[in-house]
């Protein structure tokens, strides 16, 4: 045993006056502006206290809706590949720690062979006394017991480099984890207010459906009573089938709307429908904060910045390659012929000594892989400051989206309500026969066209408030990351198991 405790106390020495190489990570500079650009055009309400103050979503206030956002976080199954992914990183981070620990290996042992006896000639007196006999084969049994400890001693920080590069790997997955939900969510809800303005455009269709017909059935009396032509009561025949056709079409798109809700929700579309309802709501108010802040929010931006950290430690990992592997190692060995007497002193047989391993000439490969490490890490560093940029201009586009949308929803809804009084009027004005029922069939056209614009308007809106949740980060923030801590908390208890 004194030879383990020699192996132990020299380890831990050494791993005492170690040093980690390579450069210690910082993270790189973005440019972030002061505010938003877009925010002075787009000014949110003033917030509620009674607001739910729930997941993003809850702010639409959709029971529905919070249900199916619910099911995407459990069946979606591109969410679970991504969770396998992040396990698999995870894992692989476990790997890495092991190695801050020696191996140690037992091999027991148990052989048996045969040894063949000689031959021996015998002497004696008398005539015809010449004698000899045979040897005979015995058994042997040899009961062996061998460990063995092979530790490399972490010198120059290379398996330190390691793991952190891997730590920063298990980040990242955990922030495309977070992105991949994220992206899933507002696709569904993307999809789900888009079937519902589906049943709104239907239920107006099927509103100005039953005007037209009516229209039609002033027009067709009007044409037995000899005050109209014929061609007014096609001219009515052709805008009611039309606007009939129109409703029926409109099936086409809320079908496909509710197959891709079954697949985000992790079902087949055959066993999935979602009753037609026109539903009320409003665009809710949404607190933008600061452009600083964005950096914490999205989970694709800390995703990029610990692929940064992952990087720097990998540069880290490379320079320690140019300094010598040390290596402790010792055996312990016993050897008897018999089993009750494996364990005693006499038969132990051990050895310590220590492994020290030196690359003399590689003709440049290190180099080569440190000059791969740093441009790996510089590659890494456009990559998040792209993706800061990105994320800058995704939130400026949804705000002034939705301040350009607010205004024209506005504008459009006094436009809905004069097309509106101006077929009232048109209507009475024909039915007395002042003017042409072209002028009738002109106002109703417009009339609907203004009201699909208005209701194309407020969708619009809805989904720019989602985009703009979503480019916000959704309510995420990068303290949800697993922490350095964590990951030696995971290390120690994979030790002690």
Same mark, same amino acid.
């Given at each position: 045993?004194?030879?383990?405790?020699?192996v132990?106390?020299?380890?831990?020495?050494l791993?005492?006056?170690s040093?980690t190489?390579? %450069?210690?990570?910082?993270?790189?500079?973005?440019?972030?502006?002061?505010?938003f650009?877009e #925010?002075?055009?787009?000014?949110?309400g003033?917030p509620?206290?009674?607001?739910?103050?729930?997941?993003?979503?809850?702010?639409?206030?959709d029971?529905?809706?919070?249900?199916?956002?619910? =099911?995407?976080?459990?069946?979606? =199954?591109?969410?679970?590949?991504?969770?396998a992914?992040?396990r698999?990183a995870?894992a692989?981070?476990?790997?890495?720690?092991?190695s801050f620990y @020696?191996?140690?290996?037992?091999?027991?042992?148990?052989?048996g062979?045969?040894?063949?006896?000689?031959?021996? &000639?015998g002497?004696g007196?008398?005539?015809?006394?010449?004698?000899g006999?045979g040897?005979q084969a015995s058994?042997?049994?040899?009961y062996?017991?061998?460990?063995?400890?092979t530790?490399?001693?972490d010198v120059?920080?290379?398996?330190?480099?390691?793991?952190?590069?891997?730590?920063?790997?298990?980040?990242?997955?955990?922030g495309?984890?977070?992105?991949?939900r994220?992206?899933?969510?507002?696709a569904?809800?993307?999809?789900? $207010?888009?079937?519902?303005?589906?049943?709104?455009?239907?239920?107006?269709?099927?509103?100005?459906?039953?005007a037209?017909?009516?229209?039609?059935?002033?027009?067709?009396?009007?044409?037995?009573?000899?005050?109209v032509s014929?061609?007014?009561?096609?001219?009515?025949e052709?805008?009611?089938?039309?606007?009939?056709?129109?409703a029926v079409?409109?099936g086409?798109?809320?079908?496909?709307?509710?197959?891709?809700?079954?697949?985000?929700?992790?079902?087949?579309?055959?066993? $999935?429908?979602?009753?037609?309802?026109v539903?009320?709501?409003?665009v %809710?108010?949404? @607190?933008?904060g600061? @452009?600083?802040?964005?950096?914490?929010?999205?989970?694709?931006?800390a995703?990029?910045?610990?692929?940064?950290?992952?990087?720097?430690?990998e540069?880290?990992?490379?320079v320690a390659?140019?300094? %010598?592997?040390l290596?402790?190692?010792?055996s312990?060995?016993?050897?008897?012929?018999a089993l009750? &007497?494996l364990l005693q002193a +006499?038969?132990?047989?051990?050895s310590?000594?220590?492994?020290l391993a #030196?690359?003399l $000439?590689?003709?440049?490969l290190?180099?080569a892989?440190?000059?791969?490490?740093?441009? &790996?890490?510089?590659q890494?560093?456009?990559?998040?400051? #792209?993706?800061?940029?990105t994320?800058?201009?995704?939130v400026?586009?949804?705000?002034a989206?939705?301040g350009?949308l607010?205004?024209?929803?506005?504008?459009?809804?006094?436009?809905v309500?004069?097309?509106?009084?101006?077929?009232?009027?048109?209507?009475?004005?024909?039915?007395a026969?002042?003017?042409?029922?072209?002028?009738v069939? &002109? +106002?109703q056209?417009?009339?609907?066209?203004?009201?699909?614009?208005?209701l194309?308007?407020?969708q619009?809106?809805?989904?720019a408030?989602?985009?703009?949740?979503?480019?916000?980060?959704?309510?995420?923030?990068a303290s949800?990351?697993?922490s350095?801590?964590?990951?030696?908390?995971?290390?120690?208890? #994979?030790?002690?198991?």
């Open positions: 045993m004194t030879g383990w405790k020699t132990v106390q020299a380890g831990l020495g791993c005492l006056m040093c190489v390579g %450069p210690d990570y910082q993270r790189p500079a973005a440019v972030v502006p002061a505010n650009k #925010q002075d055009g787009w000014k949110p003033t509620r206290d009674d607001v739910n103050r729930g997941p993003w979503w809850s702010i639409y206030q029971p529905l809706l919070d249900r199916l956002e619910r =099911q995407v976080a459990v069946d979606n =199954q591109t969410l679970k590949a991504s969770e992914a992040y698999e995870m692989v981070m476990r790997a890495g720690q092991a @020696p191996t140690v290996t037992e091999t027991p042992s148990v052989v062979h045969r040894v063949s006896g000689g031959t021996g &000639t002497t007196t008398g005539t015809g006394s010449s004698g006999h040897g058994a042997e049994t040899q062996g017991l061998a460990g063995s400890l530790w490399e001693l120059w920080g290379r398996i330190r480099r390691t793991v952190e590069a891997e730590q920063a790997n298990v980040q990242a997955s955990a495309d984890l977070a992105s991949a994220l992206s899933a969510q507002a569904l809800a993307l999809d789900y $207010f888009e079937l519902r303005n589906q049943d709104a455009l239907r239920r107006l269709l099927d509103q100005a459906a039953v037209y017909a009516e229209s039609l059935r002033i027009t067709g009396n009007q044409y037995k009573s000899g005050v014929r061609a007014d009561v096609a001219q009515a052709t805008q009611l089938k039309s606007t009939q056709a129109q079409n409109v086409v798109l809320r079908a496909q709307l509710e197959h891709a809700i079954a697949v985000l929700t992790g079902q087949p579309p055959a066993l $999935f429908s979602i009753p037609p309802a539903v009320t709501m409003k %809710p108010a949404i @607190p933008v600061v @452009p600083s802040a964005l950096l914490e929010r999205r989970p694709d931006i995703a990029a910045e610990r692929r940064v950290a992952n990087a720097n430690a540069i880290g990992v490379a390659a140019f300094y %010598p592997a290596t402790l190692s010792a312990l060995d016993y050897t008897s012929a009750g &007497t +006499a038969n132990r047989v051990w310590v000594g220590p492994q #030196q690359t $000439f590689d003709g440049g290190r180099s892989q440190v000059e791969e490490a740093r441009a &790996t890490y510089d890494a560093v456009a990559t998040y400051r #792209q993706t800061v940029l994320g800058f201009e995704q400026e586009d949804q705000l989206a939705l350009t607010a205004r024209q929803a506005d504008i459009q809804a006094q436009a309500t004069a097309a509106q009084d101006a077929e009232r009027l048109i209507l009475n004005q024909y039915k026969g002042t003017v042409a029922y072209t002028s069939i &002109t +106002a056209t417009t009339a609907l066209s203004n009201e699909e614009t208005a194309s308007l407020f619009s809106r809805l989904a408030s989602v985009a703009l949740i979503q480019a916000l980060g959704g309510g995420w923030d949800q990351l697993p350095a801590e964590a990951g030696e908390r995971d290390r120690h208890q #994979q030790a002690g198991s």
